[in-house]
């Protein structure tokens, strides 16, 4: 009997020592697998790294000054950020006045924000604070219009002067070949609204046109003074067939004046970019047609372009975005379509 008990006794022992055995190398595979765990986790937190130094970034956009033309650039400017992870904002000069502007950039500067991209309103002026910020490492690009005399990175926006070439041809074909055109001109130093004007005047020499530019007028970039300017036209040439406005408050100024004197069908007017004016303009007869730039897509590749260059990546000197002729046919479908060939 005591041989029965010291057989099991025996035998309780061995169990114990295997069930012990185990315990230990099962530990030592949990701890294992922890600190396997751990490993992982940390690469992934390495690898995440550039992901939150995007996040980090601040890119800011600089239009010449408060102009609803600027609401959709800075519209597809946003959505890019977002998409990339990057913070966007929006200084804007109070008014269209080259030395504000240079002040807005310096305070950019000083912050140390990453990106800045200038719509520019003069040329010469923003080369020496351009040339800062690049010294800076604050990558610097244009849109909607350049500072070709600057070292900027890139320029993003519509080619002008293609642009106005397409406009005189347009202007062509509508005024029949021949008659008195006006221009209106929001200043005249902005290098962007020159080649339009060059190119519009180009297109007509081209064609062999037979219409005869009377006068390029300035109105000051504000509404009021192009209805102003209008009418003043009107009575110095009383036999103007078309009025074309190279800035955004042209052609629904001079709208508004063609249509209170009831000479809509009469006198042509036409222009550049889609305030909400004119696309009443172009829906009621009053305004033949705008040419639009693709604001949005002004917006949205200046970020692409921010990042690539705060990447360490050559980017183009310039980016055509191109230009769409809005007329009645294409007034309520223009936009959709551009922000979907940017989204999808």
Same mark, same amino acid.
């Given at each position: 009997?005591?041989?029965?008990?010291?057989?099991?006794?025996?035998?309780?022992?061995?169990?114990?020592?295997?069930?012990?055995?185990?315990?230990?190398?099962?530990?030592?595979?949990?701890?294992?697998?922890?600190v396997k765990l751990l490993f992982v986790l940390s690469l992934v937190a390495v690898m995440m790294v550039p992901v939150?130094?995007?996040?980090?970034?601040?890119?800011?956009?600089?239009?010449?000054?408060?102009?609803?033309?600027?609401?959709?650039?800075?519209?597809?400017?946003?959505?890019?950020?977002?998409?990339?992870?990057?913070?966007?904002?929006?200084?804007?000069?109070?008014?269209?006045?080259?030395?504000?502007?240079?002040?807005?950039?310096?305070?950019?500067?000083?912050?140390?924000?990453?990106?800045?991209?200038?719509?520019?309103?003069?040329?010469?002026?923003?080369?020496?604070?351009?040339?800062?910020?690049?010294?800076?490492?604050?990558?610097?690009?244009?849109?909607?219009?350049?500072?070709?005399?600057?070292? !900027?990175?890139?320029?993003?926006?519509? *080619?002008?002067?293609?642009?106005?070439?397409?406009?005189? %041809?347009? $202007? +062509? /074909? #509508?005024?029949?070949?021949?008659?008195?055109?006006?221009?209106? !001109?929001?200043?005249?130093?902005?290098? *962007?609204?020159?080649?339009?004007?060059?190119?519009?005047? %180009?297109? $007509? +020499? /081209? #064609?062999?046109?037979?219409?005869?530019?009377?006068?390029?007028?300035?109105?000051?970039?504000?509404?009021?003074?192009?209805?102003?300017?209008?009418?003043?036209?009107?009575?110095?040439?009383? /036999? #103007?067939?078309?009025?074309?406005?190279?800035?955004?408050?042209?052609?629904?100024?001079?709208?508004?004046?063609?249509?209170?004197?009831?000479?809509?069908?009469?006198?042509?007017?036409?222009?550049?970019?889609?305030?909400?004016?004119?696309?009443?303009?172009?829906?009621?007869?009053?305004?033949?047609?705008?040419?639009?730039?693709?604001?949005?897509?002004?917006?949205?590749?200046?970020?692409?372009?921010?990042?690539?260059?705060?990447?360490?990546?050559?980017?183009?000197?310039?980016?055509?975005?191109?230009?769409?002729?809005?007329?009645?046919?294409?007034?309520?479908?223009?936009?959709?379509?551009?922000?979907?060939?940017?989204?999808?």
């Amino acid at each position: 009997m005591s041989e029965v008990f010291s057989r099991h006794g025996a035998t309780e022992s061995v169990t114990s020592l295997l069930m012990w055995r185990v315990l230990v190398v099962s530990k030592e595979k949990f701890v294992m697998k922890c600190v396997k765990l751990l490993f992982v986790l940390s690469l992934v937190a390495v690898m995440m790294v550039p992901v939150a130094f995007a996040e980090d970034l601040t890119f800011v956009m600089v239009p010449k000054g408060v102009h609803p033309y600027y609401e959709p650039c800075f519209d597809g400017f946003k959505a890019a950020a977002e998409k990339y992870g990057i913070t966007a904002e929006y200084e804007a000069p109070q008014e269209f006045d080259p030395a504000l502007q240079v002040k807005v950039i310096e305070g950019l500067i000083a912050r140390g924000v990453n990106g800045i991209a200038i719509s520019a309103l003069d040329d010469k002026s923003l080369v020496p604070v351009i040339k800062r910020a690049l010294a800076d490492d604050i990558m610097i690009i244009t849109f909607d219009a350049p500072a070709p005399s600057s070292d !900027q990175l890139s320029y993003i926006g519509t *080619n002008n002067k293609t642009a106005g070439k397409v406009a005189g %041809e347009k $202007l +062509a /074909e #509508l005024m029949g070949n021949k008659g008195q055109l006006a221009f209106l !001109q929001a200043g005249m130093t902005a290098p *962007n609204l020159n080649l339009r004007r060059e190119g519009v005047a %180009e297109a $007509l +020499a /081209e #064609l062999g046109s037979e219409i005869e530019i009377v006068t390029v007028e300035d109105n000051q970039g504000t509404f009021d003074m192009t209805v102003n300017k209008t009418e003043a036209l009107m009575g110095t040439y009383p /036999e #103007l067939k078309a009025i074309f406005g190279v800035s955004a408050f042209g052609a629904p100024g001079a709208a508004k004046v063609v249509k209170e004197l009831d000479k809509t069908g009469d006198i042509l007017v036409a222009g550049f970019d889609d305030l909400k004016d004119t696309l009443v303009g172009i829906r009621d007869g009053s305004v033949a047609f705008c040419l639009v730039q693709r604001t949005y897509t002004m917006g949205w590749r200046s970020i692409e372009t921010l990042l690539a260059a705060t990447n360490g990546e050559e980017v183009p000197a310039e980016i055509d975005t191109g230009i769409i002729i809005v007329t009645k046919d294409n007034v309520d479908s223009y936009m959709d379509d551009m922000v979907r060939e940017l989204v999808e």
